[in-house]
């Protein structure tokens, strides 16, 4: 299996177990809402995002998306160059990759972490908060009561673990795909030089 492939089993056994978690609380995301895409800049690791930067050159759509990093990077702009502004109805998120989104997309507003006693403790997002304070009251309990949910110190660790040189370093999701898709061009160089000309790299 390759490292790739590897990611993305985890990935979808964390998906997995939120989906019981939100089947077992009611506790979901409100319909539409993308939030936590837009409202701040996103950081995450090259690491998490291999299995994205493979996507994206499957599709052959490295050079589209280096060339947006590139024009955000000359705009000072840190917002994810993957949202899209307009979203589709029955579309699960803002992502134009959602299957294949990193680590710390996946696990907001639906990730536990343990706290200086040692115990576990739900960590959510604000506008759940105040869309759905009985659920997340009700997902509060379950978590005490041994409802499993993603500790997203391990989950992080177990990404990280799998190539430290690139699976710890945080950075700017934008300048991190950048990484991401310039080690998979290096180590399975496309046709033509796509992404590098565009770009300007």
């Known amino acids: 299996m390759s490292i790739y492939d590897e990611i993305l089993e985890v990935y979808y056994g964390f998906d997995r177990t939120i989906a019981s978690f939100q089947s077992a609380t009611g506790m979901r995301c409100p319909p539409g809402c993308s939030l936590c895409c837009r409202g701040w800049p996103v950081e995450t690791t090259v690491m998490e995002l291999l299995p994205l930067a493979r996507e994206i050159y499957l599709r052959e759509e490295d050079e589209m998306i280096m060339s947006a990093i590139f024009e955000k990077d000359q705009r000072h702009d840190p917002s994810c160059v993957l ?28 990730a536990s972490r343990r706290n200086k006693r040692g115990g576990i403790e739900l960590m959510t997002c604000r506008v759940i908060k105040e869309n ?4 997340v009251k009700r997902a509060e309990i379950a978590l005490l009561q041994g409802l499993s949910l993603p500790v997203y110190q391990d989950a992080f660790m177990r990404i990280s673990y799998m190539k430290p040189n690139t699976g710890s370093r945080m950075l700017p999701i934008n300048n991190a795909l950048k990484e991401a898709i310039e080690s998979l061009y290096w180590s399975r160089p496309p046709k033509g030089q796509r992404f590098r000309k565009a770009a300007g790299f």
């Open 83 to 110: 949202i899209k502004n307009v979203l589709t109805k029955g579309e699960a998120g803002a992502c134009g990759y959602y299957k294949f989104r990193p680590l710390v997309c996946r696990l907001f507003g639906f």
């Open 132 to 135: 759905a304070p009985a659920e």
